[in-house]
């Protein structure tokens, strides 16, 4: 196989046989004509089953994560609703990660439980929790998120995969905050990759998306029935967008490595900051795991100031390089309040954050410039 920025620029993305255009073209088209019926030219039919710029995305996709299938969605929301309703019906039981993803647990708790699933969150630093939480014949799958949203807490891929198959259950990995480039969830043993395209893989903030890329292809075979059946697919724009930013996603990826490393070494010393979460630092609980299964650390620093939620909302708004926005993995930087922001729909739950906590999305503007930004809000 050749290496990851070919494939990232090369798979799926052949120069258009018709014109010869080297960027894969944006095919708004919603259906393709037939000669003769059910005859159909290239296998298109009809756009929310399949669609050529799509496709495209998801063979880079797969070809990145190394799975059998990619699948392009409307958001990382959409593909996680997507993916669970191919593997589980009520009565199922999820193992979740007791940090995951606001939005993520949103969706178990309020809409799957209602609906007749069974969740049940487990810290998944801890294995004999994750194997004691897994009921064998019941648990369809115990999905991972690693870095967690916003603590960054690193779960052991391939410890959880051999201990979830050994109990019949597949394992899903929220690959969101690491990308592809980072890590490899499918090789550490993984079933399914999941991911919202919205962050590191789209990287410029111009777009919502979501995907899964599938190892196994009987399953990817399901996923794709209900990819077409529920409808929640990536329109052209918005896979095109997302194929344009995979190009540059290994040079991003090191850059904010680069930029965040240097941030959380600065924030890790300064007089105002009580504690840092970043993988990369020595002093990370789960130090060892990251740096096993992850070539680099990521763009993704979290911290918490000494003085409270108080002051931890001023530094948010005293900021000026780093944007105060939600989301995350744009090529600008962003500070974010996670309690009253991003996770305010988890207060009150088993995971809500630290009020003190403040998450920066590390962009790659001068790293310099990002310093002196944050040590003048930290000082102000
Ligand atoms: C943003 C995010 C999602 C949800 O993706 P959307 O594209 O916003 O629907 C899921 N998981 C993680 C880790 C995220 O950061």
Not at 64 to 78: D, P, T
Not at 98 to 117: I, M, N, T
Not at 207 to 213: I, N, Q
Not at 246 to 273: C, I, P, Y
Request: charged residues 20%; hydrophobic residues 45%; negative net charge.
């Amino acid at each position: 196989m050749t290496g990851f920025s070919t494939r990232a620029i090369h798979a799926g993305q052949e120069p258009d046989p018709a014109t010869g255009a080297v960027i894969t073209p944006i095919v708004a088209s919603s259906t393709f004509a037939q000669d003769g019926v059910g005859n159909m030219r290239s296998g298109y039919e009809y756009s929310r089953s399949a669609n050529p710029t799509r496709t495209a995305l998801e063979e880079c996709l797969a070809a990145l994560e190394g799975g059998s299938r990619g699948f392009a969605f409307a958001s990382g929301l959409a593909a996680e609703d997507t993916l669970i309703r191919s593997i589980a019906k009520p009565g199922a039981h999820l193992v979740l990660p007791h940090d995951a993803y606001g939005g993520s647990f949103r969706l178990f708790a309020q809409v799957y439980e209602p609906w007749g699933l069974r969740t049940d969150p487990v810290d998944l630093t801890d294995l004999a929790a994750v194997e004691a939480a897994i009921r064998p014949g019941e648990t369809v799958a115990v999905w991972v998120e690693t870095p967690t949203n916003p603590l960054l807490s690193v779960a052991d891929i391939a410890a959880i995969a051999e201990i979830a198959h050994s109990l019949g259950a597949l394992v899903i990995v929220d690959n969101t905050f690491a990308s592809p480039y980072l890590q490899q969830p499918l090789a550490l043993g993984a079933d399914v990759v999941m991911h919202s395209t919205t962050k590191y893989c789209g990287g410029h903030s111009d777009v919502v998306g979501g995907a899964l890329v599938v190892a196994d292809p009987a399953l990817a075979e399901r996923v794709q029935f209900h990819q077409n059946a529920l409808g929640a697919v990536a329109g052209p724009f918005d896979a095109w967008l997302v194929l344009r930013g995979l190009k540059t996603l290994a040079v991003r990826m090191e850059r904010h490595s680069d930029n965040a490393e240097r941030v959380a070494g600065f924030l890790a010393q300064h007089s105002r900051v009580s504690e840092v979460f970043y993988p990369g630092l020595e002093s990370h609980a789960q130090f060892d795991v990251a740096k096993r299964q992850m070539l680099r650390f990521g763009g993704m620093v979290s911290f918490r100031v000494r003085d409270g939620e108080q002051a931890a909302v001023d530094v948010c708004g005293r900021t000026k390089v780093f944007t105060l926005a939600e989301s995350l993995g744009g090529v600008e930087s962003l500070v974010e309040h996670p309690g009253r922001m991003t996770h305010a729909s988890v207060a009150g739950t088993a995971l809500e954050v630290p009020s003190d906590l403040i998450r920066l999305s590390v962009g790659l503007e001068d790293v310099a410039d990002l310093i002196a930004d944050l040590d003048q809000a930290l000082s102000g």
